[in-house]
Every structure is written in C-alpha cells, then in structure tokens.
C-alpha cells in the first residue's frame, strides 16, 4: 500500500485539466447557441452565464405572452371568476329597441376573446353589426355592440333567442 505522492498529484492535475477542457466545452456550446453576440469582442465566462440567463428569462416570458396570444385567438382560453389580481368576472347588458339591441359587455383582460365570439354570434343570428368597439381602462375592457336584428315576424322572439345564447356563453366562459 505504499502510495506515491508525486503519482496522485499527477492524477489530480490530470483530473483538474480534464475537468477544466471539458467547462470550457461546455461554455463554448453555450455561447454558440445564444444570439450572435458581436464576434470580435472576447466575454468573460461570467459574463457569458450571465448574457445566457437573461436570455432564457426572455425566451421564457415570450413563450408565456405566446401561450396567451394563441388562447385568445383560438378563444380557448376561459375567464377567470377571480377578481384578484387584476382579473374580473365578465358581466353582460343586453338593451333591445325594436329592431336595435345593444350589448355591453365589461371584461377582464383574459376574456378579450369574448368580443370576436359575440360578434360571430350575431352573424350566425342573421343580425348585422352596425357598430362594435372596445376600450381598456386599468385591467378592465369595456366593449360596446350595436346590431340590427334580421327582419322577422317576431323581433322579440329573435331577441330574447340571441340575449339568451349570449348570457349563456359569457356566464358559462367563466371558470
């Protein structure tokens, strides 16, 4: 068991060295997948680690906001019934006048999809649109929609149809 000092301080530098090429690898990997960088400047190791969490961060927060992009185009996403954080229960205002009806509807910012649904949902109804807006204020949307009912034989029976499918469908997108 006689052991050779100058032996195990050879493996330990050999083992150091070997640690040591493979960090290096390992940086330089990681340094070629981030964003070109200007070439011709030399980043420190710590700088680099530092460049690649600010950029993973980022990558990370535009994944979110795409994740929510895509909810709300495909209307998949469902209102939250939370007033907490910013976030507010639709409620719905359905005045009819004659052949008129007018739709106000106040959101949240996670129930904007809401908006383009109703819309589709008096085209579906055979009533046309004759104006349609929207205003945010804090994190509260303000949409307003004024249609003209299709000509029929029962307006009333047209509107209370279409009051009822809208209450239904901003009550029941609430989760």
């Not at 509260?140 to 279409?162: C, N, Q, W």
Request: charged share 25%; net charge neutral.
């Amino acid at each position: 068991m006689d052991q050779n000092p100058s032996s195990s301080k050879a493996d330990r530098k050999t083992i150091e060295k070997n640690r040591r090429n493979q960090m290096k690898s390992l940086y330089s990997e990681l340094s070629s997948l981030l964003p070109d960088q200007n070439s011709r400047e030399v980043v420190s190791l710590p700088d680099q680690l530092g460049i690649a969490a600010n950029y993973i961060k980022r990558l990370q927060i535009n994944l979110e906001k795409m994740k929510q992009k895509k909810n709300w185009l495909t209307g998949e996403g469902k209102c939250s019934s939370s007033t907490m954080g910013g976030l507010k229960s639709p409620d719905i205002e359905i005045h009819v006048m004659g052949s008129a009806m007018e739709v106000a509807l106040v959101t949240g910012l996670d129930c904007q999809f809401m908006f383009t649904e109703i819309i589709r949902m008096f085209h579906e109804e055979g009533a046309e649109v004759v104006n349609a807006s929207f205003s945010i204020q804090d994190n509260t949307v303000f949409h307003s929609i004024h249609s003209k009912l299709g000509e029929t034989s029962a307006p009333e029976d047209e509107a209370a149809r279409i009051s009822e499918r809208l209450k239904k469908f901003v009550y029941s997108s609430v989760s």
